[in-house]
Nanobody, 120 residues
Framework: QVQLVESGGGLVQAGGSLGLSCAASGHTFSTYTMGWFRQAPGKEREFVAASSWNKIKTYKDSAKGRFTISRDNAKNTVYLQMNSLTPEDTAVYYC??????????????WGQGTQVTVSS
């Protein structure tokens, strides 16, 4: 069983930056593909970025060039640095984990989510 705890959400003005963190329990973090997803009010949850177990990084098109996913396997933590934020980035952001899979998952474990609000 893997437990995921996100942190770092908050309120930021358009054009600003925010960094999210997701700490995972367990001892096999390096074998997991870690993903970030988001869900805006009234919309379905969508993929944002992933860092796979084999060091491949994948991004949603609108996140390319603005968001950076990274991981520290020694700290069992994955990060999402978000720059040039727009109001359209406002959502609850979720961390997810899946062992030995591509960015497409399926993801077996999910965090509780952290709110990101971008004001115009």
């Amino acid at each position: 069983q893997v437990q995921l705890v996100e942190s770092g959400g908050g309120l930021v003005q358009a054009g600003g930056s925010l960094g999210l963190s997701c700490a995972a329990s367990g001892h096999t973090f390096s074998t997991y593909t870690m993903g970030w997803f988001r869900q805006a009010p009234g919309k379905e949850r969508e993929f944002v970025a992933a860092s796979s177990w084999n060091k491949i990084k994948t991004y949603k098109d609108s996140a390319k060039g603005r968001f950076t996913i990274s991981r520290d396997n020694a700290k069992n933590t994955v990060y999402l640095q978000m720059n040039s934020l727009t109001p359209e980035d406002t959502a609850v952001y979720y961390c997810a984990a899946a062992r030995y899979t591509t960015y497409a998952g399926p993801y077996d474990y999910w965090g509780q989510g952290t709110q990101v609000t971008v004001s115009s």
